[in-house]
């Protein structure tokens, strides 16, 4: 009778732990994209998968690992590990390592914008993605590739480069796998008014 009374409240114990860390992980999930989406839009479901979750039920925070994928409606954040930090039950910062890391969004004006790299950090609260490690950013008009590339989701910005070493005033030559490079692809009708 011991043994069956333990395994129910083993049982009890299980679903109420998965119960708060389905709860913990919507919640999550929810802050991540906040960004993303339109505010008009219907809210759209979360979709993680990976070979692995741990999750923090008292921070909230989590980490998924092995061929981690996370989408939300046109976005999809791809990964071996994902880390989400949380900070008053809001998302703070999410860091995703790989072999390429991935982002790939679809704007409210239909242009997609994919991103790849070593490492990737979001920072919620500025909006920010810094890509670091072989990174590449590339809109329909343009790529850009270097070791250090900050997208501002909100503004749409990009800027490229080290910026500490400008900020330090170090003199000399940039090696090339340091330096920015951009390839910009001309629209057809400024293509047709050239002589």
Known sequence: MKNKSWANQANLIQTICISISLVALSSICSSVFAAEKNKQEKAEKIH??????????????????????ISQGKLLLTGQTVTIVQNNELVERIKINGNPATYTHVTKTGKTIHATSQQMVYTESRHRLVLTGNAQLSQPEHIIKSQRIVYDTQLGTVVAGNQDREDANIARPIPANERVNITLTPKEEATKKMP
């Not at 692995?52 to 981690?68: A, F, P, R």
């Open 48 to 69: 993680i998968n990976a070979d692995h979750m741990k999750l923090n039920i008292e921070t909230g925070n989590s980490t998924y690992t092995g061929n981690v994928k």
